[in-house]
């Protein structure tokens, strides 16, 4: 069990940072229209997750965010449980009470999340190798056909390519998207997965409840190797917007973050 920590940022900094980010209407006299509660930080819970090829040599490294894997709804917001960017730091006993019951997380859910980012890589992959073969037929039977550049393509050629390069285009996304947060070099064949040891990450967040209509925002900071609040900041952005994107997540989290409602 590994513990990454980082930079504790005093009250006075917290609130700093807080109160910039107070949602204010208003032309002349901006008025905050949020109130703010900054939460005790919190050792949230992940899993180091190895990739394997199709011989069984090691590809890469990652973390993933266990207590809210079970939670997701879509491949967009699987990608946003993952921290490569973890892998490697300096690990850190940290003060922090990690008594409670909150490990033994189902192994099922976690053999899901990470199938699912290898299947859906497998498959973009596959179909970019498909495209290559079927871009070039395109390419050679306009070229034998016109015989010239003077010659236009037919509408029928044209909308044959447009297709092709939005196959093209979705499937580089899906690769380059899933080898960032798995951590794997771009052109690298992943078959399986290992599920590793614990990592807590060390993780404050700030919860803003509307005075208009008690809607409630998070924003997350993420401390391991922080240089100052902003970067910690930056670093929480998957995990914000993992938030506003799923009400099971938020709910979760101010559940473990906050003992009492406002």
Not at 197 to 214: A, K, Q, W
Request: aromatic share 8%.
């Amino acid at each position: 069990m590994k513990m990454l920590a980082g930079p504790m940022f005093s009250n006075e900094v917290l609130d700093s940072f807080a109160t910039t980010r107070t949602k204010k209407k208003g032309l002349l006299k901006r008025e905050p229209i949020e109130i703010f509660e900054i939460g005790q930080p919190i050792m949230r819970i992940f899993r180091q997750i190895d990739f394997y090829n199709e011989d069984d040599e090691f590809v890469s490294t990652s973390l993933v965010d266990v207590e809210l894997a079970s939670l997701v709804n879509a491949f967009e917001e699987n990608l946003l449980l993952w921290r490569p960017l973890y892998v490697g730091l300096v690990h850190e006993g940290a003060p922090f009470d990690l008594s409670r019951n909150r490990l033994g997380h189902d192994k099922e859910t976690l053999e899901t999340i990470t199938n699912q980012m290898i299947n859906v890589r497998k498959a973009a992959q596959k179909e970019l190798e498909e495209f290559k073969d079927e871009f070039a037929k395109v390419q050679s039977d306009w070229k034998s056909s016109s015989m010239s550049l003077l010659i236009p393509r037919s509408p029928s050629s044209l909308r044959e390519q447009d297709r092709l390069a939005n196959i093209k285009r979705t499937a580089e996304g899906i690769i380059k998207a899933v080898s960032l947060v798995i951590n794997c070099p771009y052109d690298s064949k992943v078959k399986s997965t290992a599920i590793g040891e614990y990592v807590f990450v060390l993780t404050t967040l700030i919860r803003y409840t509307s005075i208009i209509d008690d809607s409630i925002r998070i924003i997350a900071l993420e401390n391991p190797s922080a240089e100052n609040i902003d970067d910690a900041h930056m670093k929480g952005r998957a995990l914000t917007r993992l938030l506003e994107k799923n009400q099971d997540c938020q709910d979760f989290i101010i559940g473990t973050t906050y003992t009492t409602e406002k």
